[in-house]
């Protein structure tokens, strides 16, 4: 037996042998040499370390200190509910908070067929058809889990801490994300970085319970992924990668970024001669599956692949198929075939791809770019001709002390690890470019998308701060790896000064982000904080106005207010509201703000055909609230003039162009309904020699005593920042009641 295996180990040896040499082991013809694709092959510089091999201790090091990074994220974003209470902050989070409160209560069934008269009388609106369910059914989901384990919580409680439970996970994201395109040492850099960042603070502290709370997450989480699959080409991160799309598609309307973020990458990644088969199978499996699911989705139906926006991911895939297919049969035809072939293809393909486009635009099938798109293409758009987009702050350009406020010391290290990035140029740092640049310019035509720059900005200055203290790290070592030794010689005494400096830089950078986040992004909208010389006092207006709503008027009485505040009034007042933040219907926002703009008389006969009951304004002239109706006023007539020619902004300016609410305010200013509800006996109360003194715009008021005929005061807060008329209705003769004095 033993003579049996030797025998047999030799004769294996043998063959091995003779198959290296020059001459094949049977024909003994000339073996070709093994060649192989490099672009197939997964690259082996920069791999995370963890691939390369490394001490268990390492890696629980490692999460130990994602993990404390996690919490630091979570606890930071708690000064909101220390401060005031656990409360759901601004106006979209309560129509979140109101959906999720249904579709818990109620089952999805009946979440997804919900149809709420309560909002946009008469019209109502389809609220399970026309809202991404994503961030109701995590909380909802969370709220289960956590009463299936007998824990006892309250939904309100999880719709506040669900942002702040977010943003660990995104810390988490980010650091994956880094660890591909760079290393773990950068990544733990990014993951620091994101937990604390005033960028991303903005949107997920406790009570900011809106979307950008979980899609952030989603969208790094989705480009880890994505990244993931294009070094591995497998296509289990392909379909993990879609999943996470799909998340993100239910979770945000922002999700058109992703959509045509990956099909710029990999269309770039083809036109620089980086092109491989991971990279087919990366994106075919991610478009397919991914277009599949996001199509599942109700408000997104079939926009995948009927609307301009998803054009370019839907081009990439047929580029990418055209492509793969030219480069199978280039080794089956020889070259002049090859070229005639190509020549076939491409005139066939363009000429096909541009009479499906074309058809499909004649016929409407494929939507032109919507209103928001052309805004954030050209910033000038949304004011011209749809100001209602122009009107929310959120939607303004990105003024310079904005990214200071946000970004601090990021936006010096952030070109350092752009510069890098394209020094080590690899499929997954061309991606970190390609989402850097586009993200840079959004961040600055729109306020709200520096959301989607702050996660890009972590990366870049973890990639430039870590391949810059590298070598400073490594000469206080008394041990080096093989690596470590290859960096340049750098004297103790220099980099202990350089990390002294760099520490320093960080002390600052926390003291700012936690400055920030307890005082400019932790103060609820519904609940104001004024410094005084007694102290901090809290104005608590708007809840006790919304209180003496649901008290003490009918519960089908109609509201009407600006469409700011809709989402409040449906939610705290329980009352109807004629229209509110969703602003699906220009039209109908348009006629209140006419309303509002007209005189009392006009106003009177529009508030008859719509059934209003009563009317609220928000008014900032006692308190120094800046953001009342006054204020806004010029919004309004803007949106009722898009609608309706006879409604003209110059009208209530000054000759001078100005305006003004004082003596020299123009005639239509003064005799408006806005005004006059607002500065309602306001005179009243002001000082004596003040001349009705706002403090506001700092000037005293034009018309000291407005009087009111087809309306009555009702209620006015506190600080008379909500004031409430109730709508006289004609008496059983069809005369009209007028107000008292």
Known sequence: YQRRVREAILSQHFIVKMSKGKKGVVHGESTPPK????????????????????????????????????LLAFFTRLFSVIRYESVIHEFDPYFNYRTTRYLVFNGYYDFHNWFDERSWYP?????????????????????KIFR?????????????????????????????????????????????????????????????????????????????????????????????????????????????????????????LVLIGRYSNRLYIAYSSFYVLGTFLS?????????????????????VFGFLQLYAFTNWIRGHLSPEDFRAVVKFLITLTVGAMAM??????????????????????????????????ASVSEHQPTIWTSYAFDLHFLIFLFPVGLYYCFRDLTDTSLFAIVYAIFSIYFSGVMVRLMLVLAPIACVMTAIGLSTLLRPYVASLRWWKSEKQRDLPAIKPEISLIVLIMVMSLGAVFIYHCVYVTSEAYSSPSIVLAVNSPHGRQFLDDFREAYFWLRQNTDVNCRVMSWWDYGYQLSFMANRTT???????????????????????????????????????VIFGGVSGYSGDDINK??????????????????????????????????????????????YYRFNDIAVAGSGGQDRVRNTPIGDKKPKLKHLEEAFTSEHWIVRIYRVLKPNARGKERIAKP
């Open 356 to 389: 499906l486009f074309f058809s499909g635009f004649l016929t409407k099938f494929i939507a032109p770019w919507t209103g928001r798109f052309y805004s954030l293409l050209d910033p000038t758009y949304a004011k011209i001709h749809i100001p209602i987009i």
């Open 578 to 616: 004629l229209v509110d933040n969703n602003t699906w219907n220009n039209t109908h926002i348009a006629q209140v703000g006419k309303a509002f703009a007209s005189s009392e008389d006009d106003a009177y006969s529009m508030m008859l055909q719509m059934d209003v009951d009563y009317v609220l």
């Open 295 to 315: 199509m599942q989705v109700t408000f997104v139906g079939f926009q995948p692949i009927s609307t301009s926006e998803h054009m370019a991911a839907l081009g």
């Open 148 to 268: 299936l384990l007998n824990f006892t919580v309250d939904i309100r409680n999880v719709c506040v801490l669900l942002a702040p439970a977010f943003a660990g996970k995104t810390a988490i994201a980010a650091y994956l994300f880094t660890k591909e395109v760079k290393d773990s040492s950068a990544g733990l850099f990014a993951a620091i970085i994101m937990s604390i960042l005033p960028g991303y603070i903005s949107r997920s502290v406790a009570g900011s319970y809106d979307n950008e709370g979980v899609s952030i997450f989603a969208l790094i989480f989705t480009f880890y992924l994505w990244v993931k699959a294009v070094k591995t080409g497998a296509l289990f991160w392909s379909a993990l990668c879609a999943l996470s799309y799909f998340y993100m598609v239910s979770a945000w309307g922002g999700y058109v970024f992703i959509t045509n973020i990956i099909p710029i990458h990999a269309f770039i």
């Open 633 to 678: 006023f010029l919004w309004m007539v803007r949106i009722a003039g898009s609608v309706d020619p006879t409604v003209k902004e110059s009208t209530y300016l000054t000759i001078n162009g100005e305006y003004r609410i004082d003596e020299n305010a123009s005639p239509a200013m003064l005799n408006s309904l806005m005004y006059k509800l607002s």
């Open 35 to 70: 060649t192989v694709d490099k672009a197939n092959v997964v690259p082996k510089k920069n791999l995370p370390v963890e691939e390369e091999g490394e001490s268990s201790s390492a890696i629980i090091s490692r999460t130990f200190i994602l993990v404390l990074i996690a």
């Open 123 to 143: 019209l109502g609106r389809v609220t399970g058809g026309t809202v991404f369910p994503g961030l109701m059914l995590t909380a909802g989901f969370v709220y």
